[in-house]
C-alpha cells in the first residue's frame, strides 16, 4: 500500500495549512500524523483519522474521505515547522513520504 | 513514566554489524506490538521491522536476510541485530510502540530519541 504526500507545503504566520495524504480508497483506513522538527524524534498529532494525543494543540485536526487525507493546522506557528508524515495500519506500518512545512 | 531509551549506534565499517537495544520503561514489550523506524540524511521515515505480542516479525524488504529484530524479557528492552551493512542503512534508528486503542488500527505512540547508525568504508 503507498501513500502519497507533497513534498512541500508553506504557510502565511497565523493562517491555515493544510497538509493532505492520498492513498486508495484510503478512507476505509486509519490515518495516523507524525510531526519531526529538526534534531527530534516524531510524536504522535493525531491519530484514528481526527483524534488528538493529550498534549497536542487544538489547532491541529484530522479529516479523511475518498481518497484523501488531511491535517489541518489552523494559526500556524513557527513552532508548527518541521515535517510532517501520515502513516496507516496495513498489517504492516506503512508512512507517506512527508512534507516539509514552512511557515512564513 | 513511559520512555523508550535507544542505545548501541555508531560507526561500522561495510559489511559489518552492529546491535541496537531499546529500554522501555512504564510497560513491557512483550505485551505490545513494537517496531523500528529509520530516516536516513535527506530522506523521510521507513518503517524497518515490527515484533508483535505474539511474537511474529515483520521486516521492510531491504533489510530481510540482514536484521532480525527481538525481544528480553527480563531486561525489557527491543533488540535490533543488523549484518551485512551497507551505507544506504546509514541514518537515525527509532524505537516505537504500537497502540491501536483496541481498534485494530495501529499508531506510534511512544518514541526513543533514535540512535545513529554510520556505515562507511
Known amino acids: 500500500y503507498e501513500l502519497t504526500q507533497a513534498s512541500s507545503v508553506s504557510v502565511a504566520l497565523g493562517q491555515t495549512a493544510r497538509i493532505t495524504c492520498g492513498g486508495d480508497?484510503?478512507?476505509?483506513?486509519?490515518v495516523n500524523w507524525y510531526h519531526q522538527k529538526p534534531g527530534q524524534a516524531p510524536i504522535l498529532v493525531i491519530y484514528?483519522?481526527?483524534y488528538r494525543p493529550s498534549g497536542a494543540p487544538d489547532r491541529l485536526s484530522g479529516s479523511n474521505s475518498g481518497n484523501t487525507a488531511t491535517l489541518t493546522i489552523s494559526g500556524a506557528q513557527a513552532g508548527d515547522e518541521g515535517d510532517y508524515y501520515c502513516q496507516v495500519w496495513d498489517t504492516i506500518v506503512v508512512f507517506g513520504g512527508g512534507t516539509k512545512l514552512t511557515v512564513l | 513514566e513511559v520512555q523508550l531509551v535507544e542505545s548501541g549506534g555508531g560507526l561500522v565499517q561495510i559489511g559489518g554489524s552492529l546491535r541496537l537495544s531499546c529500554r522501555a520503561s512504564?510497560?513491557?514489550?512483550?505485551?505490545?506490538?513494537m517496531s523500528w523506524v529509520r530516516r536516513a540524511p535527506g530522506k523521510g521515515l521507513e518503517w524497518v521491522s515490527s515484533?508483535?505480542?505474539?511474537?511474529?516479525?515483520f521486516y521492510t524488504e531491504s533489510v530481510k536476510g540482514r536484521f532480525t529484530v527481538s525481544r528480553d524479557n527480563s531486561e525489557n528492552t527491543l533488540d535490533l541485530q543488523m549484518s551485512g551493512l551497507g551505507v544506504e542503512d546509514t541514518a537515525i534508528y527509532y524505537c516505537a510502540r504500537l497502540d491501536d486503542g483496541n481498534s485494530g488500527f495501529y499508531y506510534m505512540d511512544v518514541w526513543g530519541e533514535g540512535a545513529m547508525v554510520t556505515v562507511a568504508s
Open positions: 515484533i508483535y505480542s505474539d511474537g511474529g516479525t
Open positions: 512504564g510497560f513491557s514489550v512483550t505485551r505490545q506490538y
Open positions: 480508497d484510503l478512507e476505509r483506513k486509519s
Open positions: 484514528r483519522n481526527n
